[in-house]
């Protein structure tokens, strides 16, 4: 069942993006590459509660809306400072950021979402922390301040 969900999302994904849905041929080929992807992900052993926990779908589906918002929030501080005439608007870091997120898939989450943020980058993970890249002192202590991690935490609590 988990590999027919994964089949329809990917399905469903594919058509978004690709907006092809008069050309039958295409269709055919979305449908082959999905349903192979499933197929794969199942030989893999990769289908089931570890690579696909569902109970937190709720809260991820709240955390999604929150998170393109700060992704705008950041695009115009990025584009503000950019422009701005003074060089002294960026100061880049490289800083560590402690986390208690214990699930790989809130790890990933999280390292991801602070690299979709412009102006940081996670640069490299490891098992209780992560070296992230601040374009400013403000994005590195927004990101200390712990706000996104918690929002995380708390998928990761509803999906145990």
Known sequence: MRAFALFL???????CLSGQTDSTFLMGIGLACCGFTAWLCTRLEIVGDEGQPTRGLLSFLVYIPWLVW?????NIDVVRRVWSPT?????PRLFELET?????????LYANSITLTPGTVTVRCEEGHFIVHALTEGAERALLGGDMEQRIRQMEEASR
């Open 87 to 91: 060089s002294t608007s960026i100061d």
């Open 70 to 74: 700060q992704v705008v929030l950041a």
């Open 100 to 108: 208690e997120l214990r699930h790989p898939v809130a790890r990933t």
């Open 9 to 15: 999302a990917l399905f469903t994904f594919w058509v």
